[in-house]
C-alpha cells in the first residue's frame, strides 16, 4: 500500500525555480562558516518549530520508508529499488514528518546550495540535525551524505548541516584523474557498518565531482572510504545513523543488498564483512538500445550498418531487433554496468510527443538497477500549435522518467560550432543549461564523427591525426566530420574540436561514436578514440565497431576510454555480456561482476 500524501517536492520549488535569483546561495564568509548543530540555520520557517514538536513513538508499519525529497531532481530510481524490496513509502511534507519517521531515505540530489537553501528556509534542516542526534535510523544518499558535513566548496562555501565535521570539496582534475567521478569503484570497509557487509568483493556506482576527505576529527563516522587519485569518504556510520556517497539504487543487486540491510536489519543474517577484491574505478560494459518507431507504428530496437537501419530487401523494412524494455531488462541481468536508449529519429520527432519513450524509461527504471541514459531530440521546440517546451523541459520530463543521464547529440553541435566562433558562453544552449540545472554528471554529449581522409595536415583547419592504418588511397591523415540528424548532415567541425568545446559548456562525459565503423564488428576507431579520451578530462565512452571480446580489451588497453558500448553482437546474442567481461578479467582489466 503506497502511502498517498503529496511530497514534499511538491510545495517547495522545482530545481528549475530553486536555480533561478529568487533564491540565493549562501556566501557566507569564511569565519561564520560553520554551523552550529545546535542553531542549523537562520531558516525562514514555514512550519511550526520542529523544537516544538516532540518525537512520537513508532506506530507505522515496518513497511513503511519516510523519504525526504525535496524536489532537486531524479528520486524516481530510489522510489522504484524501495517498492522493489516490498516497501511503501511516506513522503515528508513536514519538519514533524522527519521526526516522527521510523526510518528515513534523503536521497540527495542536484547541488549543495539550493538543497540546504530549501533545508533551511523550510524548517527541514533543524529537524533533520535533531533526527540524527536522537540517533533514529538514518540513509542519506549521495549528496545526502555530503550535506552532514561542515560545509562545501560547490559553488561556495555553503554552510552544511554541521553534524560531521569536515569540509566537502571538489576532485583535484590535475591529479590525473576524470572529473566527474562516474563508474563502478571499489570500498575499503574500514569498520563494521552492517548495511555494507554484502558489499565485499563488488563494486558500486558512484556519480560526483565533489567528496569528503577523511582527517582526524572526523575518523569516527567513516566506516568506508574509495579511492579516486586520492582516498575519499565513501560511507559513514554512526549508530543508526548511515550515509553513502555511492548509489546503492544504482548499484545493482548489492545496492539493493544495501538498502535491505538498512530498512530491515533485525531480518539480515549477520555476516563479516568480506574482504573486497574490486580496487579501483572499474572499466564499464554497456548496451546500447537504438530506438526508433518502425514503419507499422511500433517502438522498436534497431540497429544499423553505418547508420542504415533498413533492411537491404525489397522491403527495405526499418530492422527490428527486440523490444526495448524486454532487451533491457535481459541486459541488466546479464550484467550490463549501464544501459543507453537513443532515440534515433529524435531530431525530427519531438521526443515530447514520443510518448512511448517516456513509457520505456518508465517501465525500465521499475526494474533496471543500474544507470539509464536517453537521448535523441533534446532541443528547444515549439509545437503546431505553437506551444513552446524548452530543452530543459525535455530534459525534465526524461529525468522525471528515471533517466539518470541524458544524452545530446545534433544540439551539441550547434551549441558548440556558436560558441567557437564567438567565444562567448551564452548559457542558453540545451548543455549549458541542462547541465546548470541537474549537473554536469548527467550531461552526455553524443558524437556521431565520419572518417575523412586527407593527405597533409594542413588540407583542413581541423585536428588530423596521423592514421595507424593509411586510407583506400594511401592517405596517411584524417579528421573527423561532426554530423547532426542521425549522420544525414556534415558539419563544419570535428571530433575533437567538439569534444574540447562541449567540455567546456558543461559536458559531464562523451559518447563517441564512429559512422564509419558502426555495425562493422571490426572493432572500436582506436585513432578517434585515442585522440579524444587523450584531449578531454572527462570520461569518454567508446563506441561502434565491438565484433568480438578482444574489441573491448584493445580499446581499454590502447586509448583511456573509460567504457566500451556495443550494441549489435549484443542484440543478436553473438556475444554475452558476460564473456566481455570475463576475457577483460583474464587481461587483467578491472571490471564489475
Ligand atoms: O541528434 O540529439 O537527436 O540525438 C540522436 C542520437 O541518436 C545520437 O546519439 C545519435 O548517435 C543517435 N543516432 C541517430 N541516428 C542513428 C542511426 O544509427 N541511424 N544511432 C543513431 C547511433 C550509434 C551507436 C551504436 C553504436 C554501437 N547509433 O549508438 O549503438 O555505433 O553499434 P555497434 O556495436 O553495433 O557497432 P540527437
Known amino acids: 500500500m503506497e502511502v498517498t500524501a503529496a511530497p514534499f517536492s511538491s510545495i517547495v520549488p522545482s530545481r528549475q525555480n530553486l536555480s533561478s535569483s529568487s533564491f540565493s546561495i549562501f556566501a557566507s564568509s569564511p569565519t561564520s562558516l560553520f554551523l552550529s548543530r545546535k542553531n542549523p540555520g537562520n531558516a525562514n520557517l514555514k512550519y511550526k ?75 527541514m534542516a533543524e529537524a533533520l540535525c535533531k533526527y540524527i542526534e536522537n540517533d533514529r535510523p538514518f540513509l542519506g544518499i549521495c549528496l545526502g551524505l555530503q550535506l552532514l558535513f561542515e560545509s562545501s566548496e560547490e559553488n561556495g562555501p555553503v554552510k552544511g548541516l554541521g553534524v560531521i565535521p569536515g569540509i566537502v570539496g571538489r576532485f583535484d582534475s590535475s591529479a590525473d584523474i576524470r572529473v566527474p567521478h562516474i563508474g563502478w569503484n571499489a570500498l575499503q570497509v574500514r569498520k563494521d ?18 567528496r569528503a576527505i577523511p582527517s582526524n576529527e572526523n575518523k569516527e563516522w567513516i566506516s568506508s572510504t574509495c579511492n579516486y587519485g586520492e582516498s575519499f569518504i565513501s560511507s559513514i556510520r554512526r549508530g543508526n545513523v548511515h550515509a553513502v556517497q555511492f548509489h546503492p539504487e544504482k548499484s545493482g543487486e548489492v545496492g539493493l543488498s544495501v538498502l535491505r540491510r538498512f530498512l530491515d536489519p533485525k531480518s539480515q543474517h549477520r555476516q563479516k564483512p568480506m574482504e573486497g577484491k574490486a580496487s579501483k574505478l572499474a572499466k564499464r560494459v554497456i548496451a546500447c538500445l537504438d530506438v526508433r518507431t518502425n514503419d507499422k507504428g511500433d517502438l522498436v530496437v534497431t540497429k544499423g550498418d553505418q547508420y542504415d537501419v533498413r533492411e537491404q530487401s525489397n522491403e527495405n523494412e526499418v530492422r527490428n531487433l527486440g523490444k526495448p524494455v524486454d532487451l533491457a531488462r535481459q541486459y541488466y541481468k546479464d550484467g550490463a554496468d549501464e544501459i543507453s536508449f537513443l532515440n534515433i529519429t529524435g531530431f525530427r520527432d519531438f521526443p515530447l510527443g514520443d510518448l512511448p519513450m517516456i513509457q520505456v524509461l518508465r517501465y525500465t527504471s521499475e526494474n533496471v538497477f543500474v544507470p539509464l541514459t536517453v537521448g535523441g531530440g533534446i532541443r528547444d521546440f515549439t509545437d503546431a500549435s505553437g506551444r513552446y517546451y524548452s530543452s530543459l523541459e525535455v530534459a525534465a520530463e526524461y529525468f522525471r522518467s528515471g533517466a539518470d543521464k541524458i ?78 540528424s542521425g549522420g544525414r548532415e556534415g558539419r563544419p567541425i570535428g571530433a575533437y574540436e567538439l569534444a574540447k568545446a562541449v567540455e567546456e559548456l558543461g559536458a559531464g562525459e562523451i559518447l563517441l561514436n564512429c559512422i564509419d565503423c558502426d555495425g562493422q564488428g571490426k572493432g572500436f576507431d582506436i585513432d578517434l578514440v585515442k585522440l579524444i579520451s587523450d584531449s578531454v578530462g572527462i570520461p569518454v565512452i567508446a563506441s561502434s565497431g565491438a565484433g568480438i571480446p578482444e574489441h573491448f580489451s584493445e580499446v581499454f588497453e590502447k586509448t583511456n576510454a573509460s567504457a566500451g558500448l556495443a550494441a549489435g553482437i549484443f542484440h543478436r546474442k553473438e556475444v554475452p555480456i558476460q564473456s566481455v567481461k570475463e576475457h577483460l578479467l583474464e587481461k587483467g582489466i578491472e571490471v564489475r561482476i
Request: with cysteine.
Open 49 to 123: 518549530s520542529p523544537r516544538s514538536i516532540s518525537v512520537r513513538a513508532s506506530s507505522t508499519s515496518d513497511s513503511v520508508v519516510t523519504l525526504l525529497d525535496y524536489g532537486a531532481g531524479n528520486v524516481r530510481s530510489i522510489r522504484n529499488a524501495l517498492r522493489h524490496l516490498g516497501f511503501s513509502i511516506k513522503d515528508v511534507q513536514t519538519p514533524g514528518d522527519i521526526l516522527n519517521a521510523d526510518r528515513l531515505i534523503f536521497p540527495g540530489v542536484g547541488a549543495f546550495s539550493p538543497a540546504m537553501d530549501v533545508l533551511n528556509k523550510t524548517g
Open 193 to 210: 557498518s552492517e548495511i555494507l557487509d554484502d558489499v565485499g568483493s563488488h563494486h558500486v556506482y558512484f556519480v560526483h565531482s565533489y
Open 407 to 484: 544524452s545530446i547529440g545534433s544540439d551539441a553541435v550547434y551549441a558548440a560550432e556558436e560558441f567557437i566562433k564567438s567565444g562567448v558562453k551564452t548559457g542558453k544552449s540545451s548543455l549549458e543549461q541542462i547541465s546548470r540545472v541537474y549537473g554536469n554528471q548527467a550531461v552526455v554529449v553524443s558524437i556521431d564523427p565520419r572518417r575523412v581522409f586527407v593527405n597533409h595536415p594542413d588540407d583542413v583547419p581541423y585536428k588530423v591525426i596521423r592514421l595507424t592504418n593509411p586510407g583506400p588511397n594511401g592517405e596517411e591523415y584524417a579528421w573527423y566530420q561532426c554530423t547532426v
